[in-house]
């Protein structure tokens, strides 16, 4: 059974390949309707783009920025 999600999200997927980037686009794209991605190409440089953007999700590869950078679900909501 397949579930789709129909209201319209803001994901940040944040992964060092560009590759791995599309293919959780992709993966993504198939359960929800209406989707709003933005990449980062590494866990450095994300946090700028989460101080500029609300997003409802972060994907972050666990070792995205060799490991300095965690996401704080609090960043996903809020804006300083």
Do not use: C
Request: aromatic share 4%; proline share 2%.
């Amino acid at each position: 059974m397949e579930m789709k999600i129909h209201t319209t999200k803001h994901v940040l997927i944040v992964d060092d390949s560009a590759t791995m980037r599309m293919l959780i686009s992709m993966s993504i794209r198939k359960i929800m309707d209406s989707i709003r991605i933005t990449e980062a190409e590494s866990g450095l440089t994300a946090p700028a783009q989460m101080k500029q953007q609300d997003f409802d999700l972060v994907y972050r590869y666990a070792d995205a920025g060799n490991g300095r950078w965690r996401v704080n679900p609090a960043h996903t909501r809020a804006r300083e």
